[in-house]
């Protein structure tokens, strides 16, 4: 016959529960604490949300899901990026706009922080603005600053933007001017963009109106303002300053006249008929003469060509000089 204790402890089976225990708490405290305030963030795969911490734990979720980066265009909206402002237990309160509520809580093991997704060559088909992607210009700025360099540099994103312009010294030891260090407003007005329709950033720079002190001229984004709009901003001997921004050239007729005004977007109601817009600057000589692809849009047809003219009277009046190439049908 054998005996049997009326009550067995496992001592190593609760030692590994016990073990387990730590360890999954230690797992969760650790991917937290991968994450840190004010870090970018994007969802792994959807994801639940909640509005407090105390809902998260006992799963009364928020009814909207952060989404997974995605490759449509036509769903770019919500490709989110949320911003954390705390990490605890294994979760992550997250600022982000999808919701009403100013923030959101998500689990940690859902996220991923936005410089390794953009940095995964898995994601290349969602990512936009290669690093790789620099631009420069060699421009007059002042009488005291010749041939300084201009450098338009992009950084990797999932939703566009993120451009930076940086003045330097001819010999690009020393960055004089950078967009990084101004106000929030001027750096959205000042928008250098690039996403899978367009690369938006400046086209020229040069000294326009012939003061000595150069413009930075581009057009701005097609799909936020009408055919033909630019701004214009101009260096004043330290840094690059808001001018007349907004700008559209609106010319009524088939023919281009000798001189017509450029109206302010928010002045121009967009119902001339035949007109003529500015459509791509290529470039500004010592002179000021700006060329440029210029469209006419009619009513039966499209037509483009390439021109050469002057902006005069703090770029509100357009002078036409030529027709390098004749305005020709577009064809598709």
Known sequence: MIKTKPYAINLPCIALLAIFVLLASFVRQA????????????????????????????GQEEPVELLAPIEYMSRRDLNEVGEVIEAKDGWLHIAASISDAD????????MTPLD???????????????????RHFVADLAPDLKQAVIR???????????????????????????????????????????NRLIMHWPQIIGDIDGDGFAELLYT?????????????????????????YNRVLAVSGPEMPATATLHEVADYQGNETPYFFLADFRGVDAAGVITAEIYLSGADSNESGIARF??????????FIEWLSPPAKITQ
Do not use: H, M
């Open 103 to 110: 923030s959101l809580w998500v689990k940690a093991a859902d």
């Open 152 to 194: 338009i540099t992009t950084s990797p994103t999932i939703d566009g933007g993120n451009g930076v312009l940086e003045v330097l010294t001819p010999d690009e030891s020393k960055v004089i001017w950078s967009t990084k260090d101004q106000p929030e407003d001027l750096i959205a007005r000042l928008d250098i963009d690039c």
């Open 310 to 319: 002057t902006l005069s009277d703090n770029c509100s009046k357009f002078t």
């Open 220 to 244: 701005e984004f097609p799909l936020s303002y009408p055919d033909g709009t630019f701004s214009i901003y101009k260096w004043d001997g330290k840094a690059f300053v808001e001018q007349p």
């Open 31 to 58: 991917a937290a604490a991968d994450f840190s305030p004010g870090q970018k963030v994007v969802a792994k795969v959807d994801t639940k949300t909640y509005l407090s911490l105390e809902d998260a734990k006992n």
């Open 116 to 134: 390794d997704f953009l940095a995964d060559p898995a994601n290349s088909a969602i990512t936009q603005c290669p690093s790789s992607l620099v």
